[in-house]
């Protein structure tokens, strides 16, 4: 059974870094094939992919904030890792994970619940 | 960047009644093209992948068609629960992933 959890503060202030953790079950990121993205969703708009990690320890990121982001994985094997830094009252928004597999053509089949997080002072 | 443009922004239809989603790529994404159901407070569930295979456990009513820049979902016999927004998303050029902005399909 696949499970995603995330992890990490529900508040922060502008110019901190956030940083999230994804704890998943039931498959291994050592996988050929396997991704887990992090994916951001601001109130009542559409989801912004952030970052992914794949199975070689590859790392792609959102071009728009690039240099704001850094995914790893984490000691434990089951667990990546987001870190966002200069966090702004724009970057208000709930923030999940989710398995990417080849076999799904890298479409999103399990998701986190997710994680509000607001960025105030 | 590709962008997905999806249509209508909202769609009011009944129990029963056949639903047609558009999304409409800036620029081909040949058939790299999910969709996904997202209902108040939960994540976004995937429904359709490489544009017309039905995800494990999505409803038959469902179906994705669609290559290049015009893909549609269709779903033939709306149920209560199918009430909901829907969003596409490709990745082509790889790994540049874009979403649509949604259509919320809502009961009349």
Redesign the interface.
Known sequence: QVTLRESGPALVKPTETLTLTCTFSGFSLTTRGVCV?WIRQAPGK????LA?IDWDDGK?Y??SLKTRLTISQAPSENQVVLTMTNMDPEDTATY?C?RQPRF??????F????IPVTVSS | EIVLTQSPATLSLSPGERATLSCRASQSVITYLAWYQQKPGQAPRLLIYDASKRATGTPARFSGSGSGTDFTLTISSLEPEDFAVYYCQQRTNWPSITFGQGTRLEIK
């Open positions: 993205a559409a989801p912004e992919w992914l792609y959102n071009t999940y989710a799904m053509e890298w479409s999103f089949d998701w986190g619940q997710g």
